[in-house]
């Protein structure tokens, strides 16, 4: 710890407790306690021996494509902030804050990198990070931050320090913008790698055990017999030609014994070991924790296709389970820290959710139809759906029927 402020009395208090606390050799900077990410032993210890961090658990596949597929839908929405008219409507504009928010975050990164990033971040640590950039009162960036630990002020909210290359400060919470996943309600979101580290360190345990079993091309052992007992040094010698033949660029290798030796192969395959079972379970496993279906990520279940109806229906669950309840997140988040205190409840900010739905046009035309000809929609209404601005005819706000079947004996007649 550093010397001073108390570091030490910290460092012996953890101690006694039991609590272990490593910095790298060279490092500086003060160890957080609440969250083992930063701590240079490692991360989040799980019962297969695999320690996971956010680094590890991106080693997966199953987290990698589960975090990437959610990350690129949220960041890749149409988006804008919109103000409310006093009949219910919504118009866009185009605020400072809505080039912030849709086009540049800050000067090294577009909108969909700025988002992919914080969408990643919530996925795995439950919480996303940047700090407000300010001239004066107008916010003109966000600016992501790492390594940040939030911590509660004894008057209420939060103050967040940051540990950037070794430097620790502490930015209050008017300047960082803090968006929060799943949790219990305490102003924090709940890390998925923290909470899933059994699950995930399952996955990196089965893959590491598979990658050694390959490496062995598929004969991890085998027994030479012998009816002579051999010495030591022999032993080391016969050990030393067998490795000769280990390994998949080996294999088909010829083997030459002698002195009468004998090699018997012992059998063992994936399937007898259940391996492949394991790491097919730990996909469905590891999907779980992010909320989104294995068939998202190229996983198809027993007897599942990867196409036709059911997998469009589990499609359009994984939007409305998994992708709205995010989207709500990041938008009441942003009203309620971004918007300016004198524009709350006239400006909001929208993803266009019908933009998830582009996948299936034809579904979405008929859907817009069925509301135009049963009098449930305006056109101006339908327009708004698609985040088309209202149309300027008065008729366009006016509710429609469909009037193909009538009483026979007003055919012919002016009914205006």
């Keep these: 710890c550093k010397p001073g402020n108390g570091g030490m009395i910290r460092f012996l208090k953890a101690a006694a407790r039991g609590i272990k606390m490593e910095l790298a050799a060279g490092e500086s900077g003060w160890i957080n306690l609440t969250s083992s990410d930063?701590?240079?032993?490692?991360?989040?210890?799980?019962?297969?021996g695999k320690t996971v961090t956010a680094k590890t658990a991106m080693e997966v596949s199953a987290v990698f494509d589960s975090v990437r597929k959610t990350a690129e839908v949220v960041s890749t929405l149409p988006a804008g902030?919109?103000?409310?008219?006093?009949?219910?409507?919504?118009?866009?504009?185009?605020?400072?804050?809505?080039?912030?928010?849709?086009?540049?975050?800050?000067?090294e990164q577009t909108s969909v990198e700025y988002w992919e990033g914080n969408v990643?971040?919530?996925?795995?640590?439950?919480?996303?990070?940047?700090?407000?950039?300010?001239?004066?009162?107008r916010l003109v960036g966000l600016r992501p931050l790492f390594g940040v630990t939030p911590k509660r002020l004894s008057g209420g909210g939060f103050k967040y320090s940051i540990n950037d290359r070794g430097k620790v400060y502490d930015l209050p919470a008017d300047k960082v913008f803090h968006l929060r996943g799943f949790g219990p309600g305490d102003g924090i979101g709940m890390s998925a790698i923290a909470y899933g580290a059994n699950s995930i360190g399952a996955a990196l345990a089965a893959d590491e055990t598979a990658g050694?079993?390959?490496?062995?091309s598929m004969m991890p052992s085998g027994v030479l017999e012998s009816d002579q007992t051999l010495e030591a040094t022999q032993r080391e010698q016969l050990q030393a030609i067998m490795s000769t033949y280990a390994g998949s660029s080996k294999a088909?290798?010829?083997m030459v014994l002698e002195a009468g030796l004998k090699y018997s192969q012992l059998q063992m395959n994936p399937e007898d070991a259940q391996l492949l079972e394991t790491r097919r379970y730990s996909v469905e496993d590891v999907c779980r924790w992010f909320g989104v279906p294995p068939?998202?990520?190229?996983?198809?279940?027993?007897?599942?296709?990867?196409?036709?109806?059911?997998?469009?229906?589990?499609?359009?669950?994984?939007?409305?389970?998994?992708?709205?309840?995010?989207?709500?997140?990041?938008?009441?988040?942003?009203?309620?820290?971004?918007?300016?205190?004198?524009?709350?409840?006239?400006?909001?900010?929208?993803?266009?959710?019908?933009?998830?739905l582009q996948m299936d046009s034809k579904a979405k035309g008929e859907f817009l139809s069925k509301m135009?000809?049963?009098?449930?929609m305006t056109a101006n209404e339908r327009r708004e759906k698609l985040n088309l601005p209202p149309h300027s005819d008065p008729a366009a706000s006016a509710l429609l029927a469909q009037t193909a079947l009538a009483p026979l004996g007003d055919l012919g007649k002016d009914t205006a």
């Excluded at 990867?306 to 997998?311: A, D, K, L, Q, T």
């Excluded at 009203?335 to 266009?352: A, S, Y």
């Excluded at 135009?372 to 449930?376: R, Y």
Aim: proline letters at 4%.
């Design 252 to 254: 088909g290798k010829t």
């Design 38 to 48: 930063g701590w240079a032993s490692g991360g989040h210890a799980s019962n297969a």
């Design 372 to 376: 135009a000809t049963s009098g449930t």
């Design 81 to 107: 902030i919109f103000e409310k008219k006093a009949d219910g409507s919504k118009i866009a504009i185009s605020p400072d804050l809505s080039s912030v928010l849709t086009a540049s975050p800050n000067p």
């Design 212 to 216: 050694s079993v390959f490496s062995n």
């Design 295 to 356: 068939i998202i990520i190229g996983h198809a279940s027993q007897g599942q296709t990867m196409w036709g109806s059911g997998v469009e229906a589990i499609m359009l669950s994984w939007l409305t389970l998994g992708i709205n309840p995010l989207l709500s997140r990041i938008e009441s988040r942003i009203e309620k820290d971004l918007i300016p205190i004198g524009k709350r409840g006239k400006w909001v900010f929208r993803f266009n959710r019908e933009g998830m």
């Design 120 to 137: 990643a971040q919530m996925c795995l640590r439950g919480n996303g990070y940047a700090e407000r950039l300010y001239i004066g009162n």
